[in-house]
């Protein structure tokens, strides 16, 4: 997906500057700081290199082609890029103290010696421990629930050393707990090679399975580890291998290949460990193949024949399925089959009922009971289920707007649910809730260092009538001494709106730092995500992706005409397809913003689209539409951001990317400022910043990433009290 690990998930904005570590960019680099020092810099003006695409009877002239490089090595386009992060930091300057004063507060909230709680998993504890100014957290496991005499699993600061970008997006033990593989990325490229490690003595196998995905899975015998192999152009997992310790990837048995370019790959493994599951997903179908974990020699067998429009996923419970579906329930519904009797549809029994009006999300089995989640009117809920008496109840929550996941349930026997909760004012609390009693137990809720009190805020929930009629939920904050509401704030709207991704109202420390300024921060859960249910998503997706323009557009209008934010002071941030959001809103209404940041932004919509080799391009089909088709070319074309730039007066723009991105290429937004720059026809900031050591997410180190949101948020500040 074309999302920010969304993580926007803890507000990772993406991608700030980076220097070239390489001899051949030190020239760049030397450059650069000679330009910093010169406020009278120019914008840098790429050059014009006519490339001609003829589709549909038209001719689409990209001027600013010549700057994708696949390679990432063209002297001549990493010197461009350094231009622009040179014009970036000197037409910023004036906010330098103010970005490492935004630095400096939030890294002071944040607790510098910190564990997570103890999850258990077969016969250990996990958990992880961050210390002193480390940017990365070491994993540990220990057999005491609380995590006393514990052995250290990896410490991610050692293994990061000598990489300008490194992370560890998963890990798995083996079921005699012997053995941990684990899945590395030293470039934010997302591209994996999974180690594997004796927990006995520390040594490492010589075993390396280069050009991965993050999914890896245990199989029952110890010795066998299934992974999911990577194009090696587009970037898509289709290969599902068998590895046996010891022996060399290319002695690697192929178990199951992808042939359908449309469809992502994953895998899983049931809660009894008896079933390895590889999981089969476009955006309009998803099936479930499953392998006998205990066999080293089994072949997948489909659940259910691949239907186009049906969705569905299973856990395990005994000898019983319960299934995740949407066959007969566009919201979704909960039935379960016996193992053999799953591929008879007749034979499946209703255990939650289709709701039309209320979304099935997700659910979690235990051995007596059953919880689920639902979203209703765009808030999560829990409810358990006595699966002896089928009696129900809802566990509560009491703030106007928040967010909880279940996490962390990995034992089927367990008479405890773990849950993690948030809201706009509360900072994330981890609880133990008893299935029979529903007692809440707090193991840990985030420390906010500083004067932080959560009753000198509130949230609020709204709902913005669209120009269409439609209602569009609305989550926001202030600080209550900040705020009169008579229209003289500063406000800053986020937005997503594709995917079917909700965007969770959470705490978050950094953006303290901006209602402590003043400004009220918006969450615009518009059309394209499924915080309203699936229909939600359908209406903001192919021909109907209009509305998650408009949506956004319409939420800005009525905030201010309600008075939550300052008409002249109102600013809009968005990120990957949010960023798309970002580039269709400017050229569709500038006018509404003084400020706009749109980090790795999916702008360039039709050339993307069209060019199969780049990663996602096929997958996505059925998220945007196929620009082959000429009813879908029009359509996307005539919100394409990159092909609807046009000579007018555009917000003030700060546009972020990184080099290695994975998801959307560096060259979208490169290309993007390049004609923004030729066209606008104002003199407001259009800043580029390129880091060049990372990815997507950009930086992974927990401080790191705090440069990349101080920027963001000088550049709001810099321009709300006029220092820019």
């Not at 008409?567 to 990957?576: E, L, M, V, W």
């Not at 003030?652 to 390049?674: C, I, M, R």
């Amino acid at each position: 997906m074309r999302n920010l690990s969304i993580t926007i998930v803890a507000a990772a904005v993406a991608a700030l500057v980076g220097c070239q570590q390489t001899a051949s960019s030190s020239s760049a680099v030397n450059k650069r700081d000679v330009l910093i020092a010169d406020e009278t810099i120019s914008a840098p003006i790429a050059k014009k290199v006519p490339h001609i695409t003829k589709i549909h009877g038209y001719e689409l002239v990209d001027n600013y082609h010549w700057l994708r490089d696949d390679t990432r090595s063209d002297e001549k386009i990493l010197s461009h890029l350094e231009q622009e992060n040179a014009y970036t930091t000197a037409k910023l300057k004036a906010t330098e103290s103010l970005q490492q004063q935004l630095f400096e507060e939030i890294k002071g909230r944040i607790v510098k010696d910190d564990a997570s709680v103890p999850v258990k998993k077969g016969n250990y504890y996990y958990f992880y421990k961050t210390q002193g100014e480390q940017e990365y957290p070491v994993y540990y496991r220990s057999k005491d629930a609380n995590g006393e005499n514990a052995e250290v699993l990896y410490d991610e600061n050692e293994l990061s050393k000598g990489h300008g970008y490194y992370a560890i997006d998963s890990y798995a033990v083996s079921p005699n707990d012997q053995l941990l593989a684990y899945a590395q990325d030293p470039t934010g490229r997302r591209i994996y090679t999974v180690r594997i490690k004796d927990l006995n003595n520390g040594q490492y196998f010589e075993d390396s399975l280069e050009g991965v995905s993050a999914n890896i899975v245990w199989a029952n015998d110890n010795q066998t580890l299934y992974y999911i192999k990577k194009d090696p152009v587009s970037l898509l997992g289709y290969q599902v291998y068998r590895h046996k310790i010891g022996t060399a990837q290319s002695e690697d048995q192929l178990v199951y290949e992808e042939t359908d370019n449309t469809f992502y790959t994953g895998l899983g493994k049931s809660k009894d460990g008896s079933l390895i599951y590889i999981h089969h997903s476009s955006y309009v179908s998803r099936g479930v193949s499953v392998l006998d974990a205990n066999d080293t020699s089994a072949t997948p067998e489909r659940l259910l024949p691949r239907t186009q429009g049906l969705e569905y996923s299973v856990e395990k419970l005994e000898d019983w399925f319960y299934i995740w579906t949407n066959k007969d329930a566009v919201n979704f519904k909960l039935m379960r089959a016996k193992v053999n009797d799953i591929a008879d549809v007749n034979k499946w029994q209703t255990v939650v009922p289709h709701n039309p009006d209320v979304k099935l999300d997700d659910f979690e089995l235990f051995a007596e009971h059953l919880v689920y989640e639902t979203r209703e009117q765009g808030l999560p809920h829990l409810t358990v289920l006595n699966l002896s008496t089928n009696k129900s109840k809802r566990i509560a929550f009491n703030d106007p707007t928040y967010t909880l996941g279940m996490r962390g349930n990995y034992d089927i026997t367990a008479g405890k649910l773990r849950l993690v909760y948030s809201s706009m004012t509360t900072p994330s609390s981890v609880y133990d809730v008893d299935l029979k009693s529903l007692e809440k137990t707090l193991l840990k809720q985030s420390k906010v260092l500083g004067d932080f009190t959560p009753d000198n805020y509130k949230s609020e929930r709204l709902f913005i009538t669209a120009r269409d009629g439609a209602k569009i939920p609305v989550s926001l904050v202030y600080r209550k001494d900040k705020f009169k509401q008579d229209g003289t704030n500063p406000l800053l709207q986020y937005g997503y709106g594709s995917y079917g991704i909700n965007v969770s109202p959470k705490f978050s420390i950094s953006n303290l730092s901006l209602l402590d300024r003043g400004f009220v921060y918006a969450i615009a859960h518009i059309r394209g995500s499924e915080t309203l249910g699936r229909p939600w998503y359908d209406d903001g997706k192919m021909l109907n992706k209009k509305n998650t323009f408009n949506d956004f557009i319409d939420v800005t209008k009525a905030l201010a005409d309600k008075k939550y934010g300052d008409p002249s002071r109102i600013y809009a941030r968005g990120g990957s397809a949010g960023g798309l959001l970002m580039g269709a809103v400017i050229n569709q209404a500038p006018e509404l913003y003084d400020g706009v940041h749109a980090a790795v932004p999916f702008v360039d919509v039709i050339n993307t689209m069209l060019d199969e080799s780049l990663p996602l391009t096929t997958n996505e089909y059925d998220e945007w539409g196929n620009p082959n088709d000429k009813t879908y070319f029009d359509y996307m074309y005539s919100y394409s951001p990159y092909d609807q730039v046009k000579a007018q007066a555009y917000p003030n723009l700060l546009v972020t990317t990184g080099l290695h991105d994975s998801q959307v290429q560096y060259f979208e937004p490169a290309k993007w400022v390049a004609k923004l720059r030729d066209h606008k026809t104002d003199d407001n900031l259009l800043l580029f910043k390129t880091n060049m050591e990372a990815g997507h997410g950009g930086s992974a180190g927990r401080f790191q990433s705090i440069h990349e949101t101080a920027l963001s948020y000088s550049f709001f500040i810099g321009l709300a009290n006029n220092q820019l």
